[in-house]
């Protein structure tokens, strides 16, 4: 809604990130070569899925419309339920450590406990013929199964040690008492508390290798990816909005959001105003929009990235990360050589990029709000929507807010709230609406359109001002009453 403060919004889309996974991450970084106006680029795609060693079984949502989305577009659901790395944040991480450290860990997944049940049953049976030294194999183990079962055993038989072979494969060894407590100390256990952990982790030691590098993080309308990222990864979103800027300004110093930068050159260039991210790509990559210039950025592929560079994969997370860095570097340079009036350098730096673009840094999109972007390193700019309008309707009893839309709505696009019983808020984010609605309602029978006046249309004002003409008027007869002359006989 556009009547929606960053704050409500926050509270909004908190309670959709905590219920919705991130199934696919996009990273994409770059290197110049050879000091020359050339990026070679590196992109990656990663299938995610959540952690499901020890912590609490995750629940989490998918909406029919997006599961059709990403299936239209090639998605591979497989990929993502059966080898998506796993990730947890850090308060699952503490839980888990702790489990770990009592031994009170449990298996969440019902597949993990069948798989657990077969081996726990073939080593019971031939650990009572077995030798001291003697070994078997376990086969067909996936994922944490292999911590899981060297755990469950370990727990259960003081005479058994057990090593990952590889491969699916775990060795489990009938050792002596002495000789268990020797191999428990050893340096080379790959049960240690601290390797499980970082195998738990998986896709989060990325995260914080991202975090420690502090270099700038670019997306296209990111604030929804940043509440992810925090929650995911980070910590549970916070409760405030306040708290979730200055978490998010401490993890990356410096943002960029495309789409900000975008919507400014749309201002300052002639610039067609394309929505989504391939066809600001398409716009910034023409020809009409961008001559050919000796000194714009090269963006190539690396070789071992070079499936984009043969295919387009729109909405894939590892093309979509390309597609952003490549606006960036593409704006950047358009605004570069729009703010000199001499011809552009010939090998213009990153740090002239990031200077041009210095009014964009850490300002992220907010789409059909109360402000234009979220300030993540300040206050948030104040609101420059059009006028607000009071719709007040006479002789058309029972409207409600639908109603009111769906009028209005073969003329202009407004947001609509009720004020009273029969008014309603209008808000529009284009001047042209307003005008347009002043102009055509004017002698509308049953609606009367004017711009909204606080003073005059606020419901806590108008209450304010008849409370206080009634306190005014009986002081008023107080006084003619107490300041009349007394006759005395």
């Known amino acids: 809604s556009l009547f929606d403060s960053p704050e409500e919004r926050y509270l909004k889309a908190r309670q959709s990130v905590q219920r919705f996974t991130v199934t696919q991450l996009g990273k994409c970084c770059s290197d110049t070569e050879d000091n020359l106006p050339r990026y070679v680029v590196h992109s990656y795609n990663f299938f995610l899925f959540p952690s499901t060693l020890g912590v609490t079984d995750v ?74 030294e003697e070994t078997m194999i376990l086969q067909d183990l996936s994922g944490y199964q292999m911590f899981e079962v060297q755990l469950v055993l370990r727990q259960a038989l003081q005479n058994v040690w057990t090593q990952p072979l590889g491969d699916k494969k775990v060795m489990v060894k009938k050792v002596s008492p002495q000789h268990r407590q020797l191999l428990e100390n050893s340096p080379y256990d790959c049960c240690q508390k601290e390797l499980i952990l970082l195998s738990a982790r998986g896709f989060t030691n990325v995260f914080q290798t991202l975090v420690e590098a502090k270099k700038p993080l670019v997306g ?54 394309v929505s989504n991210l391939l066809e600001v790509y398409a716009v910034l990559c023409s020809s009409n929009l961008n001559p050919k210039d000796p000194t714009c950025p090269v963006i190539a592929l690396a070789s071992d990235c070079s499936r984009y560079a043969e295919k387009k994969s729109p909405h894939e997370a590892g093309y979509d990360a390309f597609l952003c860095g490549s606006v960036l570097l593409k704006s950047a340079h358009l605004l570069l050589s729009r703010s000199t009036d001499d011809a552009v350098e ?16 850490n300002k992220v999109n907010f789409i059909r ?121």
Request: hydrophobic share 40%.
């Open 220 to 273: 296209h309308n990111m604030l929804m990816d940043l509440m992810h990222l925090h929650d995911k990864f980070y910590k549970p979103l916070p409760e405030s909005y306040e708290e979730f800027k200055r978490n998010i300004h401490n993890l990356f110093p410096v943002l960029i959001d495309t789409k900000t930068v975008t919507k400014s050159i749309w201002k300052k260039c002639p610039f067609p105003r």
């Open 59 to 132: 629940e989490f949502t998918l909406s029919a419309s997006s599961i059709q989305f990403l299936s239209h577009y090639g998605f591979d659901y497989n990929k993502f339920l059966k080898d998506g790395i796993p990730y947890m944040n850090e308060a699952q991480e503490k839980i888990l450590s702790q489990q770990l450290l009592r031994g009170s860990w449990k298996v969440s997944s019902a597949l993990d406990r069948d798989v657990l049940k077969k081996a726990i049953d073939e080593v019971t049976c031939w650990i009572a013929a077995a030798e001291e």
């Open 369 to 489: 709000g109360g402000v234009s972007s979220i300030n993540f390193s300040g206050e948030d700019a104040p609101c420059q929507h059009p006028p607000l309008l009071v719709v007040h309707v006479r002789g058309w009893p029972g409207l409600n807010e639908r109603q009111i839309y769906q009028e209005f709505k073969a003329l202009c696009r407004f947001d609509v709230r009720r004020l009273s019983k029969n008014q309603f808020i209008l808000l529009s984010n284009k001047f042209k609406h307003v005008k347009c609605v002043l102009r055509d309602y004017k002698h509308h029978p049953h609606l009367r359109v004017s711009v909204y006046r606080h003073w005059r249309h606020s419901p806590c004002v108008n209450c304010l001002l008849q409370v206080s003409g009634i306190v005014a008027l009986w002081s008023l007869l107080a006084f003619v009453l107490g300041g009349a002359p007394c006759c005395s006989f």
């Open 346 to 361: 010939a090998d213009p730096s990153f740090s002239q990029y990031l200077t041009v673009l210095a009014e964009y840094l």
